[in-house]
């Protein structure tokens, strides 16, 4: 719960310190005291989206902090383990407005970010009002606020979980369709193209083989002539012949050279080894340089085959055959696409069984937590006097998605016989101050260790039924803590902590302040209330018995 709040030089509040207690805390003062502004200070280290321009006047920054007891089971304990912070009986909040509108935030003086303040404030406090701002009029937010009631998390994470399935079966068997749709349009051409690939049959690097075929052919009559002579000057007639005489020569005489004659004759032989090779590689040119005509033809045609079919599908001669396999694999999408859409058929089935049994659970779910919201409402509306009202939560179906198949909508009908319809349509401004309060009750009943903060919620009533909502809320805070801002009296004479909000002028400024009542101070403040401006002696009696009844 809330125990304290500190804040400083924030709109028209310089420094002010609030201690605030277990039980029914209540609020009061004149109208323009400042009262609003406790909460939009409060909203503001809770991370809430208010007003842009926060700090007093001629100060450079504001800051309010907020320190709450935090009991060891208590929801804010799973926000704070997912941010990395550690927090025992006491959780205090800090943030900083400065005057060029920057925000900065502390945990137990670990700085945070706006986000995860405002998640840590859902489970600390819930503020309403007469003009509820968390959703309670908007049609668009019941089906949650129904859900929330009735703990259907699992059932709803089940539920998306199969709407997602389902969505990608459905997904894939429209893309397969797609895809085949596409095949079948060129079905013509594509096994064309593929019958005239796999007929070339063309091998990766055939064409710069075939190119260098076509070239030596085309030179080898130019060529060949020299090569011959060249083959007969090294051969018997030529340089072969003549080593050979030289080595027999010098061989005759070796013995009488008295070995001067060693060496030149191992060159020579070196040399005849280098010059057979030379005739080995001059003939083996010769012999490829020997081709029938009809071969230049062959390779030609071969050559330029290939290369009318590249670019003919606008690739390059070595892609040829990947880019018949890349039509293959189009075709087999249609040859094969009957079996491929049978199972992805098979798959859009089961998940969408899978999404109808899901839905319907959740549906059946919903609709028996209807009844005992609409129980439990009826429940809370008989002592706030209006026994006669209906509150009806009416579950419609909608188009699939992935929360289900239904639409909630709150709705009233203030005495027996009449028009149901929308809380904001149907209820007088009394009235839907006490449908919210009980719709409140009944929807955060579940919630341990909230502190519920309830903004003029008694606004258009009076009399026995103010008294009615104020014993009410008086009951609600016996469990926990509430802070009601009230102009009503007969709520103020149930609070077990009574504030007035003051606002104080000088020459150049003006304040607000609050200050905590003691018993004779709440008793003049409560005959204010009732009277106005003069305190009577009979308003002081009335407010008195107000506080004793």
């Given at each position: ?30 109208t323009?005291a ?10 503001f280290?809770?991370?809430w989206?208010g ?7 001629g100060?450079d ?7 709450f ?6 929801a ?15 959780l205090i909040l ?18 945070v ?12 406090v ?26 259907l ?47 070339l ?24 002539a ?19 005489d030289?080595?027999r ?20 032989e070196?040399a ?18 020997t081709?029938?005509?009809a ?18 599908h ?6 040829l ?28 089935k089961?998940?969408?069984a ?11 779910k ?8 609409d129980?439990?409402?009826?429940q ?29 909508a ?23 101050s006490r ?53 009503s ?15 104080r ?9 609050v ?17 106005g ?5 009979a ?10 009844a």
């Amino acid at each position: 719960m809330l125990r304290g709040l500190d804040i400083r030089d924030m709109l028209i509040i310089d420094r002010l310190e609030l201690a605030f207690q277990p039980g029914l805390n209540v609020l009061t003062g004149e109208t323009g005291a400042g009262k609003s502004i406790l909460l939009d200070a409060l909203g503001f280290v809770l991370g809430w989206r208010g007003r842009a321009e926060l700090v007093r006047q001629g100060a450079d920054q504001g800051e309010v902090t907020a320190w709450f007891e935090l009991p060891a089971d208590h929801a804010a304990h799973a926000v704070l383990d997912e941010a990395g912070i550690t927090a025992e009986d006491e959780l205090i909040l800090r943030r900083i407005n400065t005057r060029d509108g920057r925000k900065t935030a502390w945990i137990n003086d670990r700085r945070v970010s706006g986000e995860v303040l405002r998640a840590l404030s859902d489970t600390l406090v819930e503020l309403h009002g007469q003009h509820d701002d968390r959703g309670l009029l908007n049609p668009r937010g019941h089906r949650q606020m129904l859900d929330n009631y009735a703990g259907l998390d699992p059932d709803i994470a089940a539920t998306r979980s199969a709407w997602r399935r389902l969505a990608d079966a459905q997904k894939a068997l429209a893309a397969a369709q797609a895809q085949i749709a596409d095949v079948q349009a060129e079905e013509d051409y594509l096994r064309h193209a593929v019958a005239e690939l796999d007929a070339l049959a063309h091998e990766a690097g055939e064409e710069a083989t075939l190119d260098t075929q076509r070239r030596l052919m085309q030179a080898s009559e130019k060529i060949r002539a020299d090569i011959s002579r060249a083959a007969e000057a090294l051969g018997l007639q030529g340089a072969e012949g003549m080593i050979n005489d030289a080595s027999r020569w010098l061989q005759g005489v070796g013995d009488q050279a008295q070995g001067q004659l060693d060496e030149p004759l191992a060159a020579i032989e070196q040399a005849m080894v280098a010059l057979d090779e030379a005739q080995r590689g001059v003939e083996s040119c010769l012999h490829a340089l020997t081709f029938n005509p009809a071969e230049l033809e062959d390779v030609e045609e071969r050559l330029f085959a290939i290369r009318g079919l590249a670019r003919k599908h606008g690739v390059l001669p070595d892609d040829l055959r990947d880019f018949a396999d890349t039509l293959r694999a189009r075709l087999n999408v249609l040859d094969d696409g009957a079996g491929a859409l049978q199972a992805l058929l098979s798959d859009v089935k089961v998940a969408q069984a899978d999404y109808d049994r899901a839905s319907a659970d959740l549906s059946a779910k919903r609709a028996k937590a209807a009844k005992a919201l609409d129980k439990a409402m009826a429940q809370e509306l008989a002592p706030l006097k209006m026994e006669r009202a209906v509150f009806s939560t009416t579950i419609a179906q909608a188009e699939a998605g992935p929360d289900g198949r239904d639409t909630v909508a709150f709705t009233v009908a203030t005495n027996p016989g009449a028009p149901a319809g929308p809380l904001n349509k149907i209820a007088s401004g009394g009235e839907l101050s006490r449908f919210l309060l009980a719709l409140k009750v009944c929807l955060t009943q579940a919630s341990s260790g909230l502190t519920m903060i309830f903004d003029e919620i008694d606004r258009g009533v009076g009399g026995a039924t103010a008294d009615a909502v104020g014993r009410r809320l008086a009951e609600l805070a016996a469990g926990g803590q509430v802070l009601v801002v009230t102009h009503s009296p007969q709520v103020a004479a149930l609070g077990g902590h009574h504030w007035r909000v003051e606002k104080r002028q000088a020459k150049d400024t003006t304040i607000s302040t609050v200050v905590p009542l003691d018993q004779d101070a709440r008793i003049d403040e409560i005959a204010r209330m009732l009277s106005g401006d003069t305190i009577t002696d009979a308003a002081r009696a009335a407010a008195k018995a107000l506080i004793e009844a």
